[in-house]
């Protein structure tokens, strides 16, 4: 990360965390200014066990990365903000070349590319991914974010019903579209049971301070 990219936020010492069995350990992340927003870099390359995992992405079947992220104010049990990443992966046999689809709260785009670690690099890697309004931060405390990534979710009406949130969040449209999710939203993000998934990951990142957002008082 480019040092002048990151926010104004300073990370302090790790703080402990609860363990779960399916549990990383806390991995620092980027931490950024995108138009006003919160956005946050890492990579969850480590949700693919390469080289074994590289035959069935060749396959021809597609595979689908769950990617969530919930702000936290150090301290508190209810995140301020989430979001979530839906990416699907696609070996394209006669044009032998990785299509990737990438569905989140900006929109969907579709890229592609030849090697392998290019398709696991764009399904896994979150870049400048949008969490919040920076004005929501409050100047001096401390936040973490807390990720859970998912391999093929087993469930398919959570991966329908997330591709419909992402599309009219909670507050747009018809009353109540997102408010429903939501609530299941938070309720598998937090169930550790691994068979809700083929295999998942959870980690926190680093804390970090917020600073005041430039052209407001300290």
Not at 80 to 87: D, K, L, P, W
Not at 184 to 201: A, Y
Not at 209 to 215: F, K, L, S, W
Request: aromatic share 8%; glycine share 8%; hydrophobic share 40%.
């Amino acid at each position: 990360m480019k040092r002048r990219a990151c926010l104004g936020l300073v990370a302090v010492a790790l703080l402990p965390t609860s363990a779960r069995a399916d549990e990383r350990p806390p991995r620092t992340i980027g931490v950024h200014r995108k138009e006003g927003h919160l956005a946050v870099s890492v990579g969850l390359q480590d949700l693919f066990w390469l080289p074994n995992d590289g035959g069935r992405l060749r396959s021809g079947f597609a595979s689908n990365v769950l990617v969530r992220a919930e702000l936290y104010r150090d301290g508190d049990k209810q995140p301020i903000a989430r979001e979530a990443r839906n990416t699907y992966v696609v070996y394209d046999i006669w044009d032998e070349r990785f299509r990737v689809r990438v569905v989140d709260g900006s929109g969907q785009r579709e890229v592609s590319g030849r090697s392998l670690l290019e398709a696991v690099e764009m399904a896994t890697a979150l870049v400048r991914f949008r969490l919040t309004e920076l004005a929501k931060l409050v100047p001096g405390a401390v936040y973490r974010v807390r990720f859970r990534a998912d391999l093929n979710p087993l469930a398919e009406e959570l991966v329908q019903d997330v591709r419909r949130w992402l599309v009219r969040p909670p507050g747009q449209g018809r009353a109540g579209a997102g408010e429903t999710f939501f609530g299941s939203f938070v309720s598998f993000f937090v169930n550790p049971r691994i068979e809700e998934s083929e295999r998942q990951m959870t980690f926190v990142s680093q804390p970090f301070v917020a600073r005041p957002v430039e052209g407001t008082s300290p």
